[in-house]
């Protein structure tokens, strides 16, 4: 019985790569928190007040929010184009508004900043929907959730490169000079992996869900065969393809393409306010505020600059192990369990860092400090395991074919809502209350464990064209038969009690 199966070879291979565009996407967040501190950007900038930070963050979530929204770029790309040629779009506009932040200079240099920075968020509104998009369309329905974990494992990884990047150029300060571009050329390195995924996605299968959606019928079969060769029989691959033709023309026939029907359709408005609500939980618990403010975070307790920017590597570094922990348990553990152990860990992370910080105020004490560092970095591990990847997991399955794009983009705007609001909450909080802002975002992670168990039906196994199923049964329409106990289509070398 083989275990290492050329399927399974093709799927890790795909979504690893496809996880490289998530890379650009974290590495654009992890290297604007070295940014924000750097001298050479502070100098350039002028005087950044706290608000005037909190813009050059938030901005970023406006061109996702308009980008991504979710009505003008991403989701009329990913359908139209599909979803390679979406990310390649993204991919090339993160290039481009890239530039513009590495060439912002002279008077109009916040405002050049400012430009790039939306311009950017256009670009990784699209990507951070197409990545999980295909690696969810692509997967089988037993593995799904491992696969599109790997779009947060890429995510974590450019998060980790950017807060290294941003570390190794504070050495780069010998002249004027060099504390003038060091922080321009850390900005530039992002183009490297820009051009790695922008060539290599042509070259890849496009997602036989997609493929059915626009009629290319002998297309997607040649897909899904390769997807699915050596780990399922080739009956089990025409039935899956049946299936997915079925439940295509099904939600064709009642005129679900359009965006309007998830909200005029009651089935489909159940999962957008679902999905869109734990996109916007997913910032809302302070992610936001992490992810860009660390090395601020860090100053506050006293760290010098330089060592503020390792500690955040390391924390990033971290993480990538626990995301990768995360993948080898949402497919066991389900993604409800792993959201609500993720909360319960960040709340605990938060409430005792305020609490320190109320206790031994001003740095008065090291042993504090240092417990609040490593409960940043318990809080930081509880995202990594919770709603960092499982908020994209769940999105991106529970929407049908011919709405998948529209549903997953239209809830990722809740998380763009939220980072809007944290990023300019968070930075502005610390400055005036201090570590009381920690209970707000306490707050925040414990309200969302009873809302996660009470309202997120579980998915995990389930095959995508077996969401109405769910749903359905979730908002307790009459005279639907569904089994509690309906088991994934496993490859054909794994056995059932294996899966118990």
Known sequence: MALVTKAGIRLHLLCIFFAVGSFVWGYNVGILSSVLVHPGFVKTMGHLTPSRKGVITAIYYLGTWYGLSYIFVSHPASDLFGRRYAALIGIFTVAVGSAFECGATGSGAYAMMIVGRIISGVGV????????????????????????????????????????????????????????????????????????????????????????????????????????????????????????????????????????????????????????????????????????YLPTLFAKLGLPTRVTLMAGGIESTLKIGMTVIEMLLIDRLGRRVTLTAGCVAMGFGMLINGVLGQVYPDNTNSAADVACIVFIFIYALGYSMGFGPAAWVYGSEIFPTSVRARGLNFSASGGAIGSIVVAQVWPVGIDTIGSKIYFFFMAVNFVCIPIIIFFYPETKGRPLEDMDLLFNKNIGRAGEDVDEHCEPVLPKNVSRQSQS
């Not at 900005?187 to 626009?214: D, K, N, Q, S, Y």
């Not at 899904?224 to 009956?235: I, K, N, Q, V, Y």
């Not at 009642?254 to 996109?279: C, I, K, M, V, Y």
Request: hydrophobic share 45%.
């Open 125 to 292: 509104g699209m990507l951070s929907t197409s990545v999980p998009l295909y690696q969810s369309e692509v997967a089988p329905a037993g593995k799904r959730g491992k696969y599109v974990v790997l779009n947060h494992v890429g995510f974590v990884a450019g998060l980790a490169a950017g807060f290294w990047v941003g570390y190794a150029v504070t050495f780069w300060d010998a002249t004027e000079h060099d504390v003038y571009i060091s922080w321009r050329v850390s900005l530039a390195v992002i183009l490297i992996p820009c051009f790695i995924f922008g060539v290599g996605l042509p070259f890849l299968p496009e997602t036989p869900r997609w493929l059915i959606e626009h009629g290319h019928y002998d297309a997607a079969h040649k897909s899904l065969h390769w997807l699915r060769e050596g780990s399922f029989t080739d009956a089990e691959v025409d039935a899956e393809l049946t299936h997915i033709r079925d439940n295509v023309e099904a939600h064709r026939a009642s005129g679900e393409a359009s965006w309007l029907s998830l909200f005029r359709d009651r089935n489909l408005f159940e999962r957008l306010w679902r999905a869109s609500l734990l996109q916007f939980m997913a910032q809302m618990c302070g992610a936001t505020a992490m992810k860009y």
